[in-house]
Every structure is written in C-alpha cells, then in structure tokens.
C-alpha cells in the first residue's frame, strides 16, 4: 500500500493541516508536513477533509435485482460521493434475514473493496411482519449486524415491534423503522395534501407515519431499548421525536437529501422520478426536517439510495416503483442546504454523515476523529466545484436521480478507505 | 392547442372558442349529411386502458363525423403490473402515423405522461384519467348549461353568475375536479357537497366552497345547476375504503329524490355524467324528470369532442368549422 501525504487540507473545525496516512492509519497530523522519497504527495489546498462518510440506510439490490444495482456498482457510486461505509438495507431477494445471506452481503463488500458493507438484518422472516427473524445469528455473523431494519415495509405489529426493541438489547442492537402506518396508506402514491388533491394521486398521510413514530418512541421508552426512525419526513415527527429525546428516551432519526431539497409539487410533473417512500412532503415539512437537523432532533442524514431500472421508472406515476438513487449526490445537497445557509458548519456535516451514523450501527473504525492513529477512512470535498448532474455519468448502475440536470455545490476529490485511495481526482480509482 | 389534458389548462378564451366551435359543430349535425370533411386523412386512436363504452362511442362519433379515421384499441390487463407498458403501446401507435390519441387510463397523469414523454408527436386527449381530469366531460356540461341558463344567443358567453352546485364522490371524481377547474374560469360559482370522506383533503385550496349538507346547501345556494356525481357502490363496503356506513344512509343524506326536486328553483337544471345508479344517487323521477338535461349532455358531448378534435389536430386557433 502506497503513503499519501495529504497537503494543506481544512479540518472540520477549520484548522488546515497536512495529513501523512500509512498502513491504513493516520500516522501524523501537522502544520507542515515534509514528503519523504516515494510518498504520493495530493494537494489537498481549499478541500475540506472529513472523516470517510457512512450511510445508515443504502439499498444495494444485490442480491436478487442486479438489473438495478449490484454490490459492486453501489459501492463504486458510494466512493463517488465520499463514503467510506455503507448499510446495505435487507430487503433484497433472497431477503437478508439469516447469517448466511448478509454473510454473503458482506463478503461481496470485502471483494468490491470500494467501502465497508456492513449489512442491515431484517426484523422479521421475509420481511413479512409475523415472526422475528434470527436477530442473535446474524450479529454473531462475520458480518456483525447490529441495525435490524424491515425496510420497504412498516414493522406494523406493536407486538412484533416490541419483542425486536427487546430483542435487540442483548446484541446491543439497533431496530431501524420505516414509520408506514399500512392501512393508512393502501395504494398511497403521493403526500396528502393540496398537490394531491389537485393532481389526483392517492394520498400519503403524514399521521400514517407519525403515529408509528408516537407508538414506537414510547414502545422504546416501556422497554428501554434503542431506536432509529428512518427518513423522517413530516413536522409532525420532529416534533414526537424532539419530546421523546426530551424525555431521555433513546431514538435517533435520519432525514435524506431528497427530504430535505425537494417537494411535493415536483408530482405536478408526474415524472415518477420524483416518486419515493416515505413521499416528498409539503415546503412546511421541508422546513421543519431542516430546522431539525440543524438543531440535532434529526441526528444524520442518510441517502435511502434505492435505485431501480429504466423501465421501472419510464411509465406512468402509478405503475412505477417508489424510491431515487442518491450517494452520489448527498455531500453537494447537505453543503449547498445546511453549510452554505450557515445551519451547520463542517463539524457538523461530520457528525450527521459520519460520526452520528457510526454510533447508531456501532462501527467502531469509521467516523472517528482527524487524528494521529485513527484508522484513514477520509473524505476530501471542494466545496467551490460546481458540476451539472447526468444520470448517464454516474457510478450507479441505475438513472433515477432526482437532481438530473441540477448544478451541485461541491464535489468529492478523493476518498481513503482504510488508507487506501478509492477516489482521486474526483473519478473512482479501479 | 396541441393537446387538452387537463381543464385547468384552459383559459377563459380557450374555453368559449371551445364552447362556441362546439355549438357550430351541433349546427351541422341537424344538417341531414352530418359528415364534415376536416379531418379526412388523418388518425385518431382511441385508446382506452379503462372501459368506457359511452365515452368511447362519443369520441368515435365525433371523429367520424370529420371524417377522420378512427381506430379503438383496448390494451388488455386492467391492472399496472399486467401487460404491455403504456411506453410501448404508445411507441406502436406512433409507428402507425397517429395524429390523435385519446386517451382514457385508470391510473392519473396518464395523459400527461404520454404528451410530455417525447414518445409521440401525435396530440393527446385526455378522456378521464384516473382520479384526475375528464376535461371533456367539463366542457359538455358547460356547454349544455351555457345552452339553459345564458339566454337564448349563448355565443361568446361563460357563465357568468351561474351557481353550480356538484354532490357525490368528489374524492374519486375526475368529473368534479375538471367541473371546478372550467366552471369557476367561466364564471361560475361551484358548491361541493359530500360526506366528509368523500372530499380530499386539500379541498379546501380549491376555487368553490364546500358543504356537508345537500339540503342546507340546495337551500343556501339555490343552485342553477345541480350535478349529480356517479357513487360506486363498493366504495361502502370495508375493502373498499368504508367511505360510507350504507347505500340507504347515503340517498338519505345526498341522493336526489323527489322532494328535494320540488324545492328546487324553477330554473334549476339536473346534470348526472352517467352512468347513473339510479336510486342511489338519483331517483327515476329526478334523472327523467323535466328538469332533466342528462339525454342532452351526451348528444352535446359528441359536439364538445368534435370541436376539441378540430382544434388540437389542425392546430388552429379559431375559424368555420
Ligand atoms: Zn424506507
């Protein structure tokens, strides 16, 4: 493995600094470095450098609908955009319900070696919502699952829910919800809301996922576990989770770029590109999913990167599938939406997308401080390139980004995973 | 105008152009050679994902009366996981040379998302997409009620004034989403009336006001106009939605029947789209009764479509028809 020293980058709390990484660690941070023969020397002058990112919440699609992504392209994009670890959500075909599937998960991670896969278990059997899954396996696994998620579907059952809150303590696990109250939302395809009654699309409530948060916050309250809500979206979950974290109960939450940029009036278009679940909610929504990032009620932003195939996108509103790709793009949004408007400074965009998410899944090797002897799992971002996105250009091996054609503020230069470079020069290096 | 999708697209020009080529268009048709020569050479396709026998039947008029040849195809599989996609049913009309589609689809946007596509040139009809827009449907009931309630020349007239009240399933309605839309840019003042469930929430935003209540609201309003809207009667059981407890408890609270007729204003109209459930949302004596104009919104329907035809395949903006 070749040493890089790392010139004249900016540190998330403003300090710049020239980095020396080797054997995959951090060995030296200081003012001045001096490259010693056969260091590869990388002109870091304007970058900001950031723990490697970590995404709690990335749909691989692998196995069972390679058509759409495989562990291999998901992981390239996940470079692209500057994460050195992804969660590779469990509701692939076959389900990633036993050890033997999220092993499998895993070891395609350890063979693409673009990021640390770390695979998300499924609750229960199936993701059917009836019988937990073998938690305790899975943990034990090579892959050490820690996040228990049924993705794609509500753990609707209170009971169920709750025997997983419980479970999970003895693995000190986490149980990542995709609050989606199912009767509430039978056929749902948009928000419900003024757009949807003018466009005529079945609506989405946002108690339908509110009322999930309310029973699961206290759920995780009467057991005392952990809890992770997935992609809030609503004021309406700010304000439960804010009263529950005020309660000391233990709930963390994430929000996705698409969350927090985009509306529902994009449905106007009925380009199902603008199609996802949870729905893009009203500007009032979008407001509040913001505030609460900025003043930590949400702790990180996550992609829910769900990519699909042409055709699963190229027909009418109804018949396409819901969700958008997003790993490569999320570090441009946070920086343009919560850098550049003064919510949150780079100390912060560290912790929402590397240092938070690290602690929720318990990856102990990621999202650790720009020190001496920390593991060299860096991001090396320019916030002053602007790019144009092009479905056509990007890693994954899916399209349906909501930010086609969209100017991006900022670009990833270079990821070191484990010291090792799988970004430079802005292009994936392999 | 390249295509007409949705009602709101209209603006208050457009819309008596409309109006009024439709009434040219109904002046032929009294002529006994009812065939114009406009549309000759060019194709229409009907294309109609949904069954609609009487929608169908209109259009197919229409367009044979300007002599443009029609083609109805019916794609099979009536759910969006079966069958062809819409993407290549659409790419075979287009290699077929098709000048229009009209279109009519289960699922909204539908319309939308084949004009917008790029992949076909042809203008594209929306004839009722989903819970969306019929905004044909809006347009011959405008044109009927401009016919009974704007004086004896309604020629380059809206409806100014004219207090339309519209009862039923709103939520599932496309009818009443495209009869709010051209109404109130015509001038018109429009009541909804239904049981809460049966609004969208977001009704609210829209142009008219809204009412619980049928006899409160036929008592307040005086309507000139009063819609009967169609009430699938699944919608009460609980698979489907539970939107009501019981077919009595619904004509009790929002049918039409007879003593509701008789406090009707004297000049008051009653419009129903069809097809009618007769005695659920309407009683015979209402649907056949005097004030009845229900037989008359389908022959004007034909002279409705005739003139949109005209107008989105020649592309023109006004002129004889
Ligand atoms: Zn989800």
Redesign the interface.
Known sequence: MKNYLIKGAQLPGGQVRDLLLEGGAIVQVAAKLTPEAGVKVLDAGGLVVLPGLVDLHTHLREPGREDAETVRTGSRAAAAGGFTAVHAMANTFPVADTAGVVEQVWRLGKDAGYVDVHPVGAVSVGLAGEKLAELAAMAASAARVRVFSDDGKCVADPVLMRRALEYVKGIDGVVAQHAQEPRLTENA?MH????????????W?AVAEESIVARDVLLAEHVGSRLHVCHVSTAGSVEIIRWAKGRGIRVTAEVTPHHLLLTDETAR???PVYKVNPPLRSAADVAAVRAALADGTIDIVATDHAPHPR?DK??????AAFGMTGLETALPIVHELMVETGLLGWEDVARVLSVAPSAIGRVEDQGRPIEAGEPANLTLFDPSARWTVEPGDMETASGNTPVAGRELHGRTVATFLHGKPTVLDGKVVG | MKHLLSAKDLSREQAVLILDMAEQMAATQARQVKKLPTLRGLIVVNLFFEDSTRTRISFETAAKRLSADVINFSPKGSSVSKGESLKDTVLTLGAMHTDAIVVRHYASGAPYTIAHSGWTDASVINAGDGTHQHPTQSLLDAMTMRRHLMGPNPLGQGLDGVNVVIVGDVLHSRVARSGVDLFTTLGAKVTLVAPATLLPVGVETWNCDVSYNLDQALAEVKPDALMMLRVQKERMSAGGGGFFPSPQEYTREYGLDEPRLAALPKRTIVMHPGPMNRGLEITSGAADGLRSVIVEQVANGVAVRMAVLYLTMTGAEGGEA
């Not at chain 1, 419900?192 to 609506?203: I, K, T």
């Open positions: 395809q419900e809301g003024v757009v949807s009654a003018d466009v005529g699309l079945a609506g409530p278009t009925y380009n055709e190229d027909c009418e509103w109804a018949a």
